[in-house]
């Protein structure tokens, strides 16, 4: 679908040279520097990406594929990160996980005093204006958008089919987060992408601007940062700090092996649930899990040192 | 499921010749004779159905099984008609687009005087009560059942899955959008025609008196006049004046190859998705395009005239 | 998903022999006792069972996964019970049908006061804490766990997939009606049981108290009696009376058939929808119905007998 | 406060001779010949408005301002008429009895191929454009205004300060009801009159048409028809019918002496509430009541004959 | 207003000898043997009332009415209590304090075999049907009357303003906590007793059966005891277990004086606000602060024991 | 009513000498150091406050006392200022009008990550910790604290009896507008300050981390940028950019006049409401009503002007 015209004032665009190296983030409203970046993301035991951003690697992201709500809670709640999920979204592919890292976006209600001035900075550092468009084309592979648009519906259409489908080639299927709307919502199913909005609407984006990259934004009950873990399911989206992900993890792997053997107990039809889950009431049954836990990790142990 | 005796106090029905042609719609508390639609849509450039209104021609029917809310958006905007789509339903069928030509209904709440009033009236000029298959049995291939039961839940159900049987028949598949409820659900789904409600009930209709048939009604925020074109995909249903018909699907045939050309740009993986979209920043590119679309509009349209 | 151990605090549990028999229902806040639960449904015109439930047979039970809310509607409304459909549920898997005896589960917010009597009498009486799983290890085949929780979303999560999967085992694919939440949904959506519930959330249940076990209970507007017929479709969920049953299913052969006989009318393409439907206006369609109708529950009834 | 000009080309308007004669209501979208309006309130008991709406006379009126909810409640259900109440309205003057003949007003949302034709016939017939003042000038004493602006809050304010100040010297402060909205609320609320109203906004009316004048009307679950007693109060908005409105009158001074007896005797503090309330079950007391009611309808009917 | 004699069939009346004792609740579904209650409240350091509710002394409810919901948060959080506080209601009087000793009392949805053996079961204990009055009957000097109505606002009127008038008798201006609605709203608010509700109806109460009197019931997200003492502000409504009505008023004595002496030390002018609130940062001001609070909980004191 | 303790680890305090100048923003996680503030407010007409924000002159805030929302709402649309209107707020006091210059706040949901760095760095810039009063201590006499708690409710209560007497002692009475909670209202509705909140809640605030101080944040639909002129009356609060406030005053001044005029038109009763309003339509009307206005523009400018 085609961005209308006329909306197109709001932001405008110019010809620019290709592959523009990540811009620096100083024309928005908002601004964030790479320096306070790496310093509120201190704890972050990873690499960064060259924009600052933790960089969550790779293959901690695949195994990422495994998690559940309920894994992410358990680790997070038990750090007293309580803050950490949002829900309330439309699904577009319920049996697909989004899994990537926050490339954060943040705008406002447009003013058009306070915006003719960042389009302005925005011409000067980056030379052509500011608009959604400014901010998807730095997305890298792995990037989950995570977009704050104030749960705005009519207006609040982040992409439409053109667009997503570009994100799903820039970040390689990373996934899109909005609290704000789609278009093209026909367009958008047939593209294999995990998205997470609050509505859609044939509406263009328009009457806001776009105020901040990479900045620290809020999505429902959570402060989500630049370089968090994103990880979505059927219910809602987790935002992790990296420092706890590889416990995440780690600790998934555990309560897999933990449902597995649960139901495999339950399936015998043997037992109440209470003598079988949370864990067995019988020090007999106790060692058994005990003993079949230990295996089972040995086993993924030995498989992911492959 | 049965239509319940007990409610039919309220609408009642007799025995009556087969075969009655549409009736004069004059016996509903509310009235818009044949000469009145005609001078309200004066701007429809089409053919007349018998009953007034606007004939959207069968071909261009088929042709708008490929519109998006997005394409009928972009047009009718540019019109300054803001108020032709309407959202928040329940979508039967998500991925079945709906189309064809308004025939609109609308119910009131039931207040026994004025009731008694029409009831005397219809018996008078059809031969029988006012109750909604009145209306239905005025179907015609092509039709769109648009039914203004203000959001009504229960009592608000316009359709069980017999008659939203004889609905498909009568319209050769055409559709249903109320602004009020059905029943029978697990019936209704195995039956492949498009439907757009609020909510579903198991009561019957009940408590709303028939109040005007092909008379101008209010969807959401839509004035729906009859013979407008429906159009719904997954996200909501606009109305189109009759006047606005043949440009929206020009228009569309023109935004369906610039997504095409876009997507097949972007999945090249050379540009960044300012460079291509919404049109491209390079002169080259531009030309690119304009030749891709020349070509390509040539090619549909002598398809189409075969 | 592993019940969190923090949580545990509210409930506890202990170390058990196996196949405990049912529980006295004494040790909860709201008692309900056997001689109470019999008076209270003096009607029932089933076998009870050991809990002094009202024992809906198996072969009815079957029998109704073939109705739809509107065949339990129309028969209830003509009794003059209005007050017992619930709807504005999450349906897990909308096309396959609940149908068994209810189980009633009650849930308060906690109150340390009354919890700790609560806890301490369930101590004394049952060998272990009070918790969810107290009600559930009392799950018979054919059972549908059915469990006021107020509505909570966070920490109103009745069961997450292994306690889900035990459930599912338990009552032999019963079902689950809760008014508030679940856990784990990628893991209860491949589990093929039918359940309703308001939300979902990653909590595990927590700041409740385990209330009432198989007491009369409200779920929306419906007053819930244990070993009510439970009957779940698309749109939402019957409790019938068990008074009730064998009514309902007998009509419901009858809509089934006059269902089959109208589509098949109005397949033929020769009628208006009144001349059908309700009932055949035209004295011979009404006789060719009346024949249809007899003929095919006779069919029915043989079938049945063998 | 001014209306502003930019939003004036929805209606615009012209200079013309004064006090002009109620206008036919042709030019509407939706017509409603004083014809119909008779026939459609054939059980009215009382004169006519020279529009043809029934006259509920002045002292009826006035005689209604002791009315409550409850007590017009109590006579319409006895008659069936359960669909004649709203409420949900902000109250601009709780105290204050809201009592009147609906002058009813429709809008529709604005569509312009159909608006430009209801246009030219208003200037056609009216000599001028058709807007909100259309109606508003139509107003007479006893009247209120009765508005379906369906609901709308932005741009369906239906006055504002002064137009407030003009509807209470026109209906000699009979008063507002608008399922909308109306602007300027620092200045209405310095004028004694009552009014209703769902949402209070900075805007003007703009994005709609005047579609109907004392055509029926919908308000919440009501179907207004002109010339029904309008009696508001705390709660909400009773619509009479005018063949009600005497028995409604009389029951209620019943009433108001059954409650200033049943209040005296609970002042005695002897009484349970059981004893008094509804009726009193002792037969001493039913004749003691008995003859006081007979006695205080005595002084009222005499009070009132002077 | 009149309770309307069609509805009563519900619940129905009968003479009775005056000045019944408190009844043994033991006609309504749910039951609450006064044995249970008194274990269930064992906590309670005061006497008790004849129904085996706890009786916060006179006096100390006396001094609750200068409590404020913050007063009462600070004590019960402290002590873990975090459900004991519901807001969301409409309050009658906001400029008035509730303040008294719960007295409960829960409906559900009416359904006929249930409420058949409970009637029955009411006349063979009680000598009469049960319904609303049955319960107001009961009420003592000091009672706030607490009701689960489940919301309901059509027919869960617990009140009009003759009952309202005679619960302000019976419980000397106790109080209205309903979640569910009233009705005669003009005449309620002339009478000087506070009251919450959730929305107002002109219908009587119906469609519901009164299923427990003086049983634990749930208010919002609170559990609710009988005997509770129940503290209403403008904001909301706590319930306090006996237990802590002492803490919470010694506490709110040291509050009052450390506000007072908090904004007297403000309206110097002298300090910003971190410097004296919550504490005085200057250990001087922290001893003037010290002494004060000791002089001034002196005079009160000694005031008191006056 | 105390902050109580255990909440206050969230924030912390330390003591502190005596009237620090207000602090440079730069321990929050959001910061817009004083030159960007002036670079994006550059169409200030006015001197700024040392903190660089625009500073309203006394007088013009003085003459702001007599508008309302529609004034202010008919400069801001003509200048496309569409988006500078929040409403759905408790209004303390309707009928007193708020009036001042914004200074801003930002709260996000708390991150216990991120919290520690911005606590680090407060305590290094600061001399001590981040929380509601830091922002509350910097109040200036004529400013309006205008604070975005995202809409929270529990714990999102920005002050409550104590900090709102201070904020009235610091600010002159100028007011507050927060986009979540008050606490204490009980204590606060007996403080002479405007106020604009969306709930009531008895827990302090917490949970949360104060994010940003005059920083540019969203209230509703609205970019409130610090020094906005703030203007809130019954209905709801306009932020109006400073260059535009001397236009809207004197076109206010008009609208007084106009207002004027045309009720005492409308009081005399010869006119119909649309020969006077919007404007005359008889050109002497028209002389009449412009030589009106000239001469009280006269008297209010003399006025003025001694």
């Known amino acids: ?83 950490q999920y949002a829900d309330g979204f439309q699904v577009l592919h319920p049996g697909k996980m989004l899994v990537g890292r926050a490339f954060t976006v943040q705008f406002m209600p447009v003013r058009e005093d306070v915006d003719k001035v960042a389009q302005g900075k925005a011409k000067q550092t980056l030379g052509k204006h500011l608009f959604n468009q400014t901010a998807i084309d730095m997305l890298q592979p792995g990037d989950v958008l995570v977009v704050d648009l104030f749960g705005k519906k009519v207006g609040g259409t982040i992409v439409g089919d053109n667009l997503f489908f570009y994100v799903n080639q820039a970040t390689h299927g990373g996934g899109l987060v909005v609290d704000g709307s789609v278009r093209d919502l026909n367009g958008i199913s047939e593209i294999d992408m995990p998205a997470y909005f609050r509505s ?58 933990h449902d597995e053997w649960t139901k495999k107990k339950f399936a015998e039809g043997k037992y109440k649930s209470s003598e079988i889950y949370g864990s067995p009431s019988d020090p007999k049954l106790k060692q058994e899990y005990e003993e079949y836990l230990k295996k089972r990790l040995d086993e993924i142990h030995k498989q992911r040192s492959k």
């Open 1 to 83: 679908m085609k961005l209308i015209c006329q909306l197109l004032f709001l932001f405008g665009f110019l010809s620019l040279s290709m592959f523009v190296t990540p811009a620096p983030a100083s024309a928005q409203l908002i601004t964030f520097p790479k320096q306070e970046l790496i310093d509120y993301t201190v704890q972050n035991p990873f690499d960064r990406m060259p924009d600052g951003r933790p960089q969550v690697p790779d293959d901690l992201i695949e195994r990422a594929r495994d998690l559940s709500s309920e894994e992410v809670w358990a680790v997070l709640q038990d750090k007293g990160y309580n803050n």
């Open 200 to 257: 859609v609407d044939p509406t263009p984006i328009g009457n806001v601007m776009l105020t901040g990259i990479n900045v620290p934004i809020r999505i429902g009950n959570v402060t989500v940062m630049p370089g968090d873990l994103v990880v979505g399911d059927r219910e809602g989206v987790y935002f992790v700090p990296p420092q706890f992900v590889q416990e995440v993890l780690d600790k998934a792997d555990e309560t897999h092996i």
